[in-house]
Protein backbone atom coordinates (compact mmCIF):
# COMPACT_ATOMS: atom_id res chain seq x y z
CA UNK A 1 0.00 0.00 0.00
CA UNK A 2 3.05 2.64 1.05
CA UNK A 3 4.22 1.42 -2.76
CA UNK A 4 1.12 2.63 -4.68
CA UNK A 5 1.05 5.59 -2.27
CA UNK A 6 4.49 6.80 -3.28
CA UNK A 7 3.86 6.02 -6.87
CA UNK A 8 0.83 8.33 -6.74
CA UNK A 9 2.51 10.80 -5.24
CA UNK A 10 5.70 10.87 -8.00
CA UNK A 11 3.78 10.10 -11.13
CA UNK A 12 1.95 14.11 -11.20
CA UNK A 13 4.99 15.53 -9.87
CA UNK A 14 7.29 13.68 -13.07
CA UNK A 15 4.12 14.60 -15.71
CA UNK A 16 4.41 18.02 -14.54
CA UNK A 17 7.79 18.59 -14.88
CA UNK A 18 8.08 16.89 -18.29
CA UNK A 19 5.37 18.83 -19.71
CA UNK A 20 7.95 22.05 -18.40
CA UNK A 21 10.75 20.69 -20.13
CA UNK A 22 8.88 20.82 -23.04
CA UNK A 23 7.39 23.80 -22.53
CA UNK A 24 10.62 25.63 -22.02
CA UNK A 25 12.38 24.05 -24.96
CA UNK A 26 9.54 24.53 -27.24
CA UNK A 27 9.55 28.61 -26.66
CA UNK A 28 13.13 29.07 -25.40
CA UNK A 29 15.06 31.25 -27.64
CA UNK A 30 18.89 30.13 -27.90
CA UNK A 31 19.81 32.70 -30.33
CA UNK A 32 18.11 35.57 -28.75
CA UNK A 33 20.95 38.03 -28.21
CA UNK A 34 22.49 37.15 -31.67
CA UNK A 35 22.46 40.16 -34.16
CA UNK A 36 22.47 39.21 -38.05
CA UNK A 37 25.08 40.56 -40.30
CA UNK A 38 23.12 42.36 -42.96
CA UNK A 39 24.26 44.63 -45.95
CA UNK A 40 24.23 48.12 -44.38
CA UNK A 41 25.91 47.05 -41.42
CA UNK A 42 29.39 48.27 -42.16
CA UNK A 43 28.21 51.78 -43.01
CA UNK A 44 28.16 51.75 -38.63
CA UNK A 45 29.43 55.68 -37.65
CA UNK A 46 31.60 53.39 -34.35
CA UNK A 47 35.79 53.33 -35.77
CA UNK A 48 38.13 51.49 -35.58
CA UNK A 49 39.52 50.34 -32.10
CA UNK A 50 42.95 51.57 -31.30
CA UNK A 51 45.88 49.00 -30.36
CA UNK A 52 46.54 51.21 -27.42
CA UNK A 53 50.26 51.63 -27.75
CA UNK A 54 52.50 54.11 -28.72
CA UNK A 55 53.47 54.41 -31.79
CA UNK A 56 57.14 55.70 -32.98
CA UNK A 57 56.28 57.61 -36.24
CA UNK A 58 59.36 57.85 -38.46
CA UNK A 59 61.47 55.61 -36.41
CA UNK A 60 61.99 53.40 -39.23
CA UNK A 61 64.38 54.44 -42.45
CA UNK A 62 66.10 52.61 -45.33
CA UNK A 63 68.51 54.27 -47.93
CA UNK A 64 68.85 52.63 -51.38
CA UNK A 65 70.39 55.01 -53.80
CA UNK A 66 70.20 59.15 -54.85
CA UNK A 67 69.38 60.50 -57.80
CA UNK A 68 69.14 64.14 -58.98
CA UNK A 69 65.54 65.73 -59.09
CA UNK A 70 63.45 65.90 -62.31
CA UNK A 71 62.26 69.71 -62.75
CA UNK A 72 58.80 70.18 -63.83
CA UNK A 73 57.59 66.44 -63.38
CA UNK A 74 54.97 67.14 -60.43
CA UNK A 75 51.69 66.62 -59.34
CA UNK A 76 51.91 67.10 -55.54
CA UNK A 77 48.64 66.22 -53.95
CA UNK A 78 45.87 64.12 -53.92
CA UNK A 79 43.81 65.91 -57.38
CA UNK A 80 47.10 67.64 -58.60
CA UNK A 81 48.22 71.05 -58.63
CA UNK A 82 45.17 73.22 -58.78
CA UNK A 83 42.86 70.41 -56.77
CA UNK A 84 40.59 69.61 -59.32
CA UNK A 85 42.10 66.21 -60.91
CA UNK A 86 42.55 68.30 -64.22
CA UNK A 87 46.17 68.53 -65.71
CA UNK A 88 47.02 71.82 -67.57
CA UNK A 89 50.62 71.02 -68.93
CA UNK A 90 51.26 71.41 -72.17
CA UNK A 91 52.44 68.15 -73.23
CA UNK A 92 50.65 66.46 -76.08
CA UNK A 93 49.25 63.36 -74.66
CA UNK A 94 48.35 59.90 -76.46
CA UNK A 95 44.83 59.26 -77.92
CA UNK A 96 45.48 55.66 -78.61
CA UNK A 97 47.50 52.84 -77.32
CA UNK A 98 48.90 51.64 -80.41
CA UNK A 99 49.33 48.34 -81.76
CA UNK A 100 51.89 47.44 -78.90
CA UNK A 101 49.21 48.14 -76.65
CA UNK A 102 49.84 50.58 -73.28
CA UNK A 103 53.29 51.51 -73.25
CA UNK A 104 54.65 50.56 -69.92
CA UNK A 105 57.46 51.88 -68.08
CA UNK A 106 57.66 50.16 -64.90
CA UNK A 107 55.79 48.31 -62.09
CA UNK A 108 56.24 47.79 -58.49
CA UNK A 109 54.45 45.53 -55.68
CA UNK A 110 52.53 47.39 -53.18
CA UNK A 111 50.96 46.58 -50.00
CA UNK A 112 47.09 46.21 -50.18
CA UNK A 113 45.04 48.96 -50.26
CA UNK A 114 43.51 52.16 -52.68
CA UNK A 115 46.76 54.94 -51.52
CA UNK A 116 48.08 56.55 -54.69
CA UNK A 117 51.27 58.56 -55.08
CA UNK A 118 52.06 62.41 -55.36
CA UNK A 119 55.02 63.61 -57.50
CA UNK A 120 57.41 66.43 -56.70
CA UNK A 121 60.42 67.34 -59.42
CA UNK A 122 60.57 63.55 -60.86
CA UNK A 123 60.28 61.55 -57.39
CA UNK A 124 57.40 59.38 -56.64
CA UNK A 125 55.94 59.40 -52.98
CA UNK A 126 53.44 56.62 -51.48
CA UNK A 127 52.57 55.65 -48.24
CA UNK A 128 52.33 51.86 -48.48
CA UNK A 129 51.63 49.91 -45.43
CA UNK A 130 53.90 46.22 -45.43
CA UNK A 131 51.70 43.59 -43.71
CA UNK A 132 55.22 41.41 -42.95
CA UNK A 133 56.81 44.09 -40.83
CA UNK A 134 53.73 45.84 -40.06
CA UNK A 135 54.59 49.13 -40.74
CA UNK A 136 53.29 52.24 -42.77
CA UNK A 137 55.96 53.22 -45.10
CA UNK A 138 56.43 56.62 -47.09
CA UNK A 139 58.39 55.59 -49.85
CA UNK A 140 60.32 57.39 -52.42
CA UNK A 141 60.46 55.81 -56.05
CA UNK A 142 62.08 57.55 -59.23
CA UNK A 143 59.68 58.54 -61.62
CA UNK A 144 61.45 57.57 -64.73
CA UNK A 145 63.06 53.95 -63.81
CA UNK A 146 61.12 53.09 -60.64
CA UNK A 147 63.51 52.17 -57.95
CA UNK A 148 62.75 52.90 -54.89
CA UNK A 149 65.33 55.19 -53.12
CA UNK A 150 64.29 55.02 -49.50
CA UNK A 151 61.85 54.76 -47.44
CA UNK A 152 60.61 56.13 -44.01
CA UNK A 153 58.01 54.46 -41.23
CA UNK A 154 57.18 53.28 -38.56
CA UNK A 155 55.35 50.34 -36.48
CA UNK A 156 51.51 49.83 -36.69
CA UNK A 157 49.13 46.85 -36.38
CA UNK A 158 46.51 46.59 -38.92
CA UNK A 159 44.26 44.47 -40.21
CA UNK A 160 43.11 43.81 -43.46
CA UNK A 161 39.65 46.07 -43.65
CA UNK A 162 39.51 46.00 -47.79
CA UNK A 163 42.33 47.36 -48.67
CA UNK A 164 44.55 48.82 -45.78
CA UNK A 165 46.58 52.54 -46.81
CA UNK A 166 43.92 55.17 -48.86
CA UNK A 167 45.38 58.10 -48.67
CA UNK A 168 47.69 60.66 -50.98
CA UNK A 169 50.93 62.37 -49.39
CA UNK A 170 51.08 66.07 -50.19
CA UNK A 171 54.30 67.16 -51.68
CA UNK A 172 56.37 70.90 -51.56
CA UNK A 173 59.88 72.28 -52.11
CA UNK A 174 60.63 71.26 -48.69
CA UNK A 175 58.30 68.95 -46.78
CA UNK A 176 56.32 65.49 -47.29
CA UNK A 177 53.29 65.37 -45.32
CA UNK A 178 51.29 61.76 -45.03
CA UNK A 179 48.52 60.79 -42.88
CA UNK A 180 48.42 56.89 -42.34
CA UNK A 181 45.51 54.15 -42.00
CA UNK A 182 45.54 54.95 -37.84
CA UNK A 183 45.31 58.80 -38.22
CA UNK A 184 49.10 59.25 -37.69
CA UNK A 185 50.59 62.53 -39.03
CA UNK A 186 53.97 62.43 -40.75
CA UNK A 187 56.02 65.12 -42.00
CA UNK A 188 59.39 64.66 -43.65
CA UNK A 189 62.31 66.36 -45.03
CA UNK A 190 61.86 65.92 -49.00
CA UNK A 191 64.93 66.38 -50.31
CA UNK A 192 66.70 63.62 -47.72
CA UNK A 193 63.23 62.24 -45.75
CA UNK A 194 64.48 63.39 -42.60
CA UNK A 195 62.16 62.96 -40.20
CA UNK A 196 60.37 66.44 -38.97
CA UNK A 197 57.26 65.89 -36.83
CA UNK A 198 54.78 63.59 -36.26
CA UNK A 199 51.17 63.61 -34.81
CA UNK A 200 49.09 60.54 -33.37
CA UNK A 201 45.39 62.25 -33.61
CA UNK A 202 43.95 59.50 -31.37
CA UNK A 203 46.24 60.28 -28.87
CA UNK A 204 46.49 63.40 -28.75
CA UNK A 205 43.01 64.65 -30.00
CA UNK A 206 41.11 61.97 -29.05
CA UNK A 207 39.97 61.39 -32.87
CA UNK A 208 37.99 58.42 -33.79
CA UNK A 209 39.35 56.08 -36.77
CA UNK A 210 37.39 56.16 -39.28
CA UNK A 211 35.58 52.42 -40.10
CA UNK A 212 38.00 52.08 -43.55
CA UNK A 213 41.08 53.76 -42.05
CA UNK A 214 41.93 57.01 -42.56
CA UNK A 215 41.01 58.18 -46.27
CA UNK A 216 41.82 62.23 -45.65
CA UNK A 217 44.32 63.11 -47.40
CA UNK A 218 46.42 65.93 -46.00
CA UNK A 219 47.11 69.27 -47.08
CA UNK A 220 50.13 71.75 -47.13
CA UNK A 221 49.35 75.56 -47.18
CA UNK A 222 52.67 76.93 -47.95
CA UNK A 223 54.68 75.68 -45.08
CA UNK A 224 51.48 75.10 -42.93
CA UNK A 225 50.18 71.52 -42.46
CA UNK A 226 45.98 71.80 -42.58
CA UNK A 227 44.76 68.35 -40.37
CA UNK A 228 40.97 67.71 -39.58
CA UNK A 229 40.79 65.90 -36.45
CA UNK A 230 37.83 65.24 -36.15
CA UNK A 231 38.06 65.51 -32.39
CA UNK A 232 38.78 67.73 -29.75
CA UNK A 233 39.69 70.03 -32.87
CA UNK A 234 37.40 70.08 -35.74
CA UNK A 235 41.29 71.29 -37.55
CA UNK A 236 44.03 72.33 -36.80
CA UNK A 237 47.54 74.24 -38.77
CA UNK A 238 50.36 73.07 -38.03
CA UNK A 239 54.16 74.92 -38.70
CA UNK A 240 55.85 72.61 -40.82
CA UNK A 241 59.21 74.01 -39.74
CA UNK A 242 58.72 73.45 -35.82
CA UNK A 243 55.85 71.18 -35.73
CA UNK A 244 54.21 73.47 -33.19
CA UNK A 245 50.71 74.45 -33.62
CA UNK A 246 49.44 77.72 -35.41
CA UNK A 247 45.85 77.45 -34.37
CA UNK A 248 43.14 75.05 -33.81
CA UNK A 249 39.36 75.30 -34.55
CA UNK A 250 37.02 74.10 -31.90
CA UNK A 251 34.42 71.06 -31.79
CA UNK A 252 31.98 71.93 -29.94
CA UNK A 253 29.23 69.24 -31.59
CA UNK A 254 31.72 66.67 -32.01
CA UNK A 255 31.78 66.21 -35.47
CA UNK A 256 33.62 63.07 -36.74
CA UNK A 257 36.23 62.57 -38.88
CA UNK A 258 34.58 61.63 -42.72
CA UNK A 259 37.00 60.18 -45.40
CA UNK A 260 36.46 63.42 -47.36
CA UNK A 261 39.70 65.83 -47.88
CA UNK A 262 39.66 69.27 -46.65
CA UNK A 263 39.67 71.53 -49.99
CA UNK A 264 41.14 75.15 -49.92
CA UNK A 265 38.22 78.38 -51.06
CA UNK A 266 38.26 81.92 -52.06
CA UNK A 267 34.99 83.42 -51.83
CA UNK A 268 34.87 87.31 -52.19
CA UNK A 269 39.19 87.68 -51.40
CA UNK A 270 38.65 85.52 -48.44
CA UNK A 271 40.39 82.26 -48.23
CA UNK A 272 38.62 79.18 -46.22
CA UNK A 273 39.31 75.97 -45.86
CA UNK A 274 35.98 73.90 -46.69
CA UNK A 275 35.73 70.45 -44.77
CA UNK A 276 32.89 68.12 -45.18
CA UNK A 277 33.31 66.08 -41.63
CA UNK A 278 30.71 63.12 -40.38
CA UNK A 279 27.84 65.89 -38.69
CA UNK A 280 27.90 68.75 -41.47
CA UNK A 281 29.84 70.51 -43.47
CA UNK A 282 31.89 74.23 -42.51
CA UNK A 283 34.16 76.55 -44.31
CA UNK A 284 37.15 77.95 -41.75
CA UNK A 285 39.13 80.91 -42.22
CA UNK A 286 42.43 80.41 -43.47
CA UNK A 287 44.03 84.03 -42.99
CA UNK A 288 43.53 86.82 -41.17
CA UNK A 289 43.29 87.57 -37.65
CA UNK A 290 39.98 85.43 -37.57
CA UNK A 291 42.09 82.14 -39.18
CA UNK A 292 40.94 78.75 -37.49
CA UNK A 293 37.50 80.24 -36.47
CA UNK A 294 34.44 79.00 -38.23
CA UNK A 295 33.32 81.09 -41.05
CA UNK A 296 29.65 79.17 -42.03
CA UNK A 297 28.25 75.76 -41.57
CA UNK A 298 25.57 73.36 -42.70
CA UNK A 299 23.82 70.55 -41.53
CA UNK A 300 21.79 70.20 -44.42
CA UNK A 301 23.44 67.47 -46.17
CA UNK A 302 25.46 65.36 -43.54
CA UNK A 303 25.75 61.59 -44.42
CA UNK A 304 27.16 58.49 -42.01
CA UNK A 305 29.77 57.72 -44.82
CA UNK A 306 31.22 60.55 -46.85
CA UNK A 307 34.37 59.47 -49.27
CA UNK A 308 34.27 62.25 -52.52
CA UNK A 309 35.84 65.54 -51.59
CA UNK A 310 33.94 69.29 -51.94
CA UNK A 311 34.11 70.31 -55.48
CA UNK A 312 34.91 73.90 -55.30
CA UNK A 313 32.49 75.88 -58.56
CA UNK A 314 32.03 79.23 -59.15
CA UNK A 315 30.87 82.08 -57.89
CA UNK A 316 30.78 80.56 -54.11
CA UNK A 317 28.94 77.73 -55.17
CA UNK A 318 30.14 74.03 -53.54
CA UNK A 319 29.32 70.68 -54.83
CA UNK A 320 28.35 67.70 -52.25
CA UNK A 321 28.12 64.19 -52.94
CA UNK A 322 28.05 60.59 -50.85
CA UNK A 323 27.30 57.01 -51.48
CA UNK A 324 25.31 54.57 -50.38
CA UNK A 325 22.09 56.35 -51.82
CA UNK A 326 23.04 59.76 -49.78
CA UNK A 327 22.78 61.59 -53.37
CA UNK A 328 24.50 65.01 -53.53
CA UNK A 329 23.70 68.36 -52.53
CA UNK A 330 24.46 71.76 -53.71
CA UNK A 331 25.63 75.02 -51.48
CA UNK A 332 25.62 78.47 -52.39
CA UNK A 333 28.03 81.01 -49.99
CA UNK A 334 27.26 84.82 -49.56
CA UNK A 335 28.23 87.67 -47.56
CA UNK A 336 26.53 89.89 -45.95
CA UNK A 337 28.17 92.65 -43.73
CA UNK A 338 31.26 90.93 -43.29
CA UNK A 339 29.53 87.78 -42.30
CA UNK A 340 29.07 84.37 -44.33
CA UNK A 341 26.11 82.16 -44.79
CA UNK A 342 25.70 79.58 -46.82
CA UNK A 343 22.04 78.42 -48.27
CA UNK A 344 21.47 75.03 -50.06
CA UNK A 345 20.18 74.92 -53.46
CA UNK A 346 19.46 71.80 -54.59
CA UNK A 347 19.52 68.19 -52.52
CA UNK A 348 18.31 65.15 -54.46
CA UNK A 349 19.20 61.15 -54.26
CA UNK A 350 21.28 59.49 -56.83
CA UNK A 351 18.20 58.14 -59.42
CA UNK A 352 17.57 61.96 -59.41
CA UNK A 353 21.01 64.35 -60.14
CA UNK A 354 24.61 63.91 -60.20
CA UNK A 355 26.39 61.55 -57.55
CA UNK A 356 29.34 59.87 -56.24
CA UNK A 357 30.14 56.62 -54.39
CA UNK A 358 33.79 57.31 -54.08
CA UNK A 359 35.79 59.18 -56.54
CA UNK A 360 35.38 63.05 -56.49
CA UNK A 361 33.77 64.59 -59.90
CA UNK A 362 35.68 66.98 -62.08
CA UNK A 363 34.56 70.55 -62.81
CA UNK A 364 35.78 72.29 -66.11
CA UNK A 365 34.32 75.65 -68.28
CA UNK A 366 30.74 75.45 -66.08
CA UNK A 367 30.13 71.42 -66.26
CA UNK A 368 30.72 69.26 -63.87
CA UNK A 369 31.75 65.32 -65.08
CA UNK A 370 31.32 62.19 -62.81
CA UNK A 371 30.84 58.41 -62.28
CA UNK A 372 27.15 58.03 -61.89
CA UNK A 373 27.17 54.75 -58.70
CA UNK A 374 25.31 51.63 -58.77
CA UNK A 375 22.00 52.98 -57.17
CA UNK A 376 21.59 55.86 -59.61
CA UNK A 377 18.61 53.79 -62.08
CA UNK A 378 19.44 53.68 -65.37
CA UNK A 379 21.87 55.78 -65.81
CA UNK A 380 24.01 53.78 -63.04
CA UNK A 381 27.93 53.40 -63.85
CA UNK A 382 27.54 55.58 -66.67
CA UNK A 383 30.40 59.04 -67.26
CA UNK A 384 27.77 61.66 -66.84
CA UNK A 385 28.20 65.79 -67.48
CA UNK A 386 25.83 68.08 -65.94
CA UNK A 387 25.56 72.29 -65.47
CA UNK A 388 27.46 73.24 -62.32
CA UNK A 389 24.15 75.76 -61.24
CA UNK A 390 21.77 72.44 -62.16
CA UNK A 391 23.58 69.19 -60.97
CA UNK A 392 20.03 67.39 -61.56
CA UNK A 393 19.28 67.78 -65.55
CA UNK A 394 22.25 65.23 -67.08
CA UNK A 395 23.45 67.04 -70.49
CA UNK A 396 25.35 63.72 -71.56
CA UNK A 397 25.88 60.31 -70.27
CA UNK A 398 28.29 57.61 -72.04
CA UNK A 399 25.59 55.09 -72.89
CA UNK A 400 24.29 51.59 -71.80
CA UNK A 401 27.58 50.25 -73.75
CA UNK A 402 30.29 52.43 -71.58
CA UNK A 403 30.10 51.93 -67.73
CA UNK A 404 32.58 51.97 -65.40
CA UNK A 405 32.74 50.99 -61.43
CA UNK A 406 34.41 52.99 -58.49
CA UNK A 407 38.28 53.82 -60.28
CA UNK A 408 39.29 57.39 -61.13
CA UNK A 409 39.78 59.55 -63.92
CA UNK A 410 41.19 62.46 -64.67
CA UNK A 411 41.12 65.24 -67.40
CA UNK A 412 44.56 66.25 -69.48
CA UNK A 413 45.32 67.49 -72.93
CA UNK A 414 41.35 67.79 -73.50
CA UNK A 415 40.85 64.23 -73.04
CA UNK A 416 39.20 62.18 -69.81
CA UNK A 417 41.77 58.78 -68.90
CA UNK A 418 39.02 57.07 -67.13
CA UNK A 419 40.62 53.54 -64.69
CA UNK A 420 37.61 50.74 -64.33
CA UNK A 421 37.41 48.64 -61.19
CA UNK A 422 39.78 45.67 -62.88
CA UNK A 423 42.57 47.59 -64.75
CA UNK A 424 41.18 48.48 -67.65
CA UNK A 425 41.50 52.63 -69.20
CA UNK A 426 39.75 54.25 -71.46
CA UNK A 427 40.93 57.50 -73.40
CA UNK A 428 37.89 59.39 -74.41
CA UNK A 429 36.83 62.67 -76.09
CA UNK A 430 34.25 64.16 -73.75
CA UNK A 431 32.31 67.51 -73.72
CA UNK A 432 28.88 68.54 -72.75
CA UNK A 433 27.49 66.87 -76.20
CA UNK A 434 29.22 64.00 -76.65
CA UNK A 435 31.25 60.99 -75.18
CA UNK A 436 33.81 59.55 -77.55
CA UNK A 437 35.28 56.41 -77.00
CA UNK A 438 39.32 56.97 -78.85
CA UNK A 439 40.83 54.06 -77.35
CA UNK A 440 40.91 51.13 -74.32
CA UNK A 441 42.95 48.90 -73.17
CA UNK A 442 43.94 46.55 -69.82
CA UNK A 443 46.70 48.18 -67.50
CA UNK A 444 46.58 45.79 -65.37
CA UNK A 445 45.47 42.22 -64.16
CA UNK A 446 44.51 42.87 -60.43
CA UNK A 447 41.15 43.81 -59.28
CA UNK A 448 39.97 47.11 -56.91
CA UNK A 449 41.93 49.51 -58.69
CA UNK A 450 40.50 53.19 -56.95
CA UNK A 451 43.56 54.76 -56.09
CA UNK A 452 43.57 58.33 -58.04
CA UNK A 453 45.60 59.01 -61.31
CA UNK A 454 48.52 61.18 -60.96
CA UNK A 455 49.94 62.13 -64.35
CA UNK A 456 52.76 64.78 -65.30
CA UNK A 457 55.56 65.05 -67.89
CA UNK A 458 53.74 62.87 -70.19
CA UNK A 459 54.02 59.88 -67.48
CA UNK A 460 51.13 58.41 -65.47
CA UNK A 461 50.60 56.58 -62.68
CA UNK A 462 47.71 54.22 -61.47
CA UNK A 463 47.40 51.16 -59.39
CA UNK A 464 44.81 48.17 -58.10
CA UNK A 465 44.96 46.57 -55.14
CA UNK A 466 48.23 45.53 -55.07
CA UNK A 467 50.92 46.88 -57.83
CA UNK A 468 51.46 50.25 -59.09
CA UNK A 469 51.95 50.91 -63.07
CA UNK A 470 54.05 53.76 -64.79
CA UNK A 471 52.85 54.42 -68.01
CA UNK A 472 54.13 56.51 -70.65
CA UNK A 473 51.55 58.65 -72.33
CA UNK A 474 53.41 61.24 -74.10
CA UNK A 475 52.53 61.55 -78.01
CA UNK A 476 54.89 60.55 -80.01
Partial sequence: MAKKSLIRYILPLFILSAFGLLAWWFFHDPVKSFKTSVPGMDNRKKGVISQGKPVQIGAEFTFFKSEQDLPGTNWPRFRGPDFDNISRESIRLIDRFGKNGPDILWKVSLGEG???????????????????????????????????????????????????????????????????????????????????????????????????????????????????????????????????????????????????????????????????????????????????????????????????????????????????????????????????????????????????????????????????????????????????????KTVMNSGKTDRFGLGPYVMADGKFFILNDDGEMTIAKVSASQFKVLDKARIMDGQDSWGPIAITGGYMLVRDSKQMVCLNVKAQ
Avoid at 151 to 171: D, E, I, M
Fill in 114 to 392: HAAPAVYNGKVYLLDYDEGSKADQLRCFSLSSGLELWRRGYRVHLKRNHGLSRTVPAVNEKFILTIGPKCQVMCLNRLNGDFLWGIDLEKAYKTEIPFWYTGQCPLLDGDTAIIATGGNALLIAVDCNTGKKLWETPNPKGWKMSHSSVMPLTFLGKKMFVYPAIGGVCGISASGADRGQVLWESTEFAPSVMAPSPVILDDGKIFLTAGYGAGSALLQLSRSSGLFSVKLLQKFKPQEGLASEQQTPIFSAGYIYGILPKDAGGLRNQFACYKSDDCK
